[in-house]
């Protein structure tokens, strides 16, 4: 076992009395040790549970024949950050929960391990470890939130982004604060990860598709018992895959991200995907070019329309049957391969020989999809050669083709301020720049502009791009993740007021109507800005991170 170097024999003594102070005996010491990370807090709705979560999945080890043994990593609340100085934090705390789940499971070598994440960078975050490390693993989540009922039309559901754009509503005179509270003392009525498919839970939808979470992962409500059974069956289940020796790098292949993007696709998930795959596969010695998203897109139809561009929300997938219908109909299609091994040590064959649409409403036949091609785009131009992402499953048609005037600002506090004073106007491109990795630094998301606008209307009429991120929540011509970004005098920063930019979806294009030898001139005079943060660990990441378009990890 991989843990003998840290139990066994005679030299070992001095260790295996640590672990009795902790209160291990001699039969659990010498049973596999699996690790246990816990991002439980009191700080996420989605992580308030996990205690819960965790103490199943000790159960399932236990009755399995292994010992747990449990330790924490951080987490943030992506909506709590969302739009001050906090959401500089977000993206990097990817890389430190990466970081110090290595650090536990070397310092304390244990022999398999079992991830417990719910919300946006954690879940990634973990399997980024999970790569690294490769030993047995699994990811076994909290679980999606359930939507509330809208006080104001109890026939409607809502959810986080319908608050965001209630803010909206009320900065255009189109709501007043009174019904604002209502929606916001309605809107997140269990604990879970936000109810509709947002980064947190398009990531662990993902994390079923790849292969590295148990079947119903991705949609079994938080507060469903359920969930609880599942978390048994995961401590259950890494004991299978140490006994089989099946590890990450076994299980995350080319082939299952593959299969990972036809999910997303097929779900309409969120950009941030982009982001979190590359920087698993980086781990995993792989890389997924972004040229393959818009390879994938064109064969994978968008067949599920859940909120923020669609009606439904993660419940309903569930009902629906969840990921596995999703991808028994798309093996039927023949747009999935079937032979991937995943953590239940069966293939993914096997896991959906029983799945079955159950509500073709919610998922819709490949014949009858909702979009022919699939949730995410890739858009390149001289403005973005290396590429920038849209949700295009959440655009309006009319918004696929624009050409307009940029209104450029230097922040995201900038334009937002333009836009809560009514200063955006009809057919306008918002620039946003200076928010990438290393620019913002940290890539904030974009979730305060894009629900402002969505909030007054707007977003049939308005573009926004920049060179930061946007939430899954976000819907409309939002496109993000511009690389090179504006903070390495890319073309992005040399964008003036007034200029005419041209998106176009269809054609996977964006372009910067200026000629090639006016912005050779602005780039000449160009002057790097003053980093916004100087001291402390968000200093340190934008001197490490990478591009966008390379999954923003460390060089």
Known sequence: MRSDIAKKGVARAPHRSLMKAVGFTDEEINRPLIGIANSANELIPGHIHLNQIVDAVKAGVRMAGGTPMEFSTIGVCDGIAMNHAGMHYSL??????ADSIEVSAMAHPFDAIVLVPNCDKIVPGMLMAAARLNIPAICISGGPMLPGKNPLDESKKIDLISVFEAVGAVKSGKMGEDEMQLIENAACPTCGSCAGMFTANSMNCLTEAIGMGLPGNGTIPAPFSERIRLA???????????????????????TSFRNALAVDMALGCSTNTVLHLKAIAHESGLDIPLTLINEMSSKIPHICSLSPGGKDHLVD????????????TLFDAGM??????????????????????KDSNVIRPISDPYHKEGGLAVLFGNIAKEGCVVKQSAVKKEMLCHQGPARVFDSEEAATEAIMSNTIKKGD?????????????????MLTPTSAIAGMGLDGD????????????????????????????????????????KIDIPAKSIELLVSDEEIKRRLSKWIRPEPKIKTGYMARYA???????????FA
């Open 317 to 328: 997938l569930y009902y629906a049957g969840g990921i596995q219908a999703v991808l028994k």
């Open 462 to 501: 308005v573009a926004l791009i920049t060179d930061g991120r946007f939430s899954g929540g976000t819907k409309g011509a939002s496109i993000g993740h511009i690389s090179p970004e504006a903070m390495q005098g890319s073309v992005l920063a040399a964008v003036e007021e007034g200029d005419q930019i």
């Open 429 to 445: 491109v918002i620039v946003i720049r200076y928010e990438g990795p290393a620019g913002g630094p940290g890539m904030r998301e």
């Open 92 to 97: 990097a705390s990817r890389e430190l929960i």
């Open 232 to 254: 048994k069956e995961a401590g259950m289940a890494i004991m299978e895959l140490l006994r089989h020796n099946i590890t990450p790098r076994q299980i995350m292949t080319e």
């Open 543 to 553: 001197k490490l991170v990478t591009s966008a378009g390379n999954g923003a990890v």
């Open 336 to 357: 999935v391969d079937e032979s991937c091994i995943t953590v239940t040590s069966k293939t993914v064959a096997e896991n959906i020989k029983n799945a079955r649409v």
